[in-house]
């Protein structure tokens, strides 16, 4: 069974910056768009990023010129970079990616457990 495991949440204050990774446990054969999304509480889950396998990325207005999405093909790997981090940006985050677990298999989006980020002084 696939599994995204993500890493690199935690507590920082307005204005520092953190690193989110999230990689597929487990042997796959292929994965596409990755992504990332959000959730605080009371609100719904909103898209923050997302990549392409070739590099395209998409972000979310709240985010953009602060948050860089990024991907290592070779190790299947997504990043968030955060910086100029605001306490409206606290919320869990969740890893998003469609993979193919082997080649006979359709491709299917998988989430991961979220990893909880809170802006605070």
């Known amino acids: 069974q696939v599994q995204l495991v993500e890493s690199g949440g935690g507590l920082v204050q307005p204005g520092g910056s953190l690193r989110l990774s999230c990689a597929p446990s487990?042997?796959?054969?292929?994965?596409?768009?990755m992504g990332w999304y959000r959730q605080a509480p009371g609100n719904q889950r909103e898209l923050v990023a997302t990549?392409?396998?070739?590099?395209?990325?998409n972000y979310a207005d709240s985010v953009k010129g602060r948050f860089t999405i990024s991907r290592d093909n070779a190790k299947n790997t997504v990043y968030l970079q955060m910086n100029s981090l605001k306490p409206e940006d606290t919320a869990v985050y969740y890893c998003?990616?469609?993979?193919?677990?082997?080649?006979?298999?359709?491709?299917?989006?998988?989430w991961g457990q979220g990893t909880q980020v809170t802006v605070s002084s």
């Open positions: 998003n990616a469609a993979i193919r677990p082997t080649v006979t298999t359709m491709g299917i989006f998988y």
């Open positions: 487990g042997s796959i054969f292929s994965i596409g768009v």
């Open positions: 990549i392409k396998y070739a590099g395209n990325t």
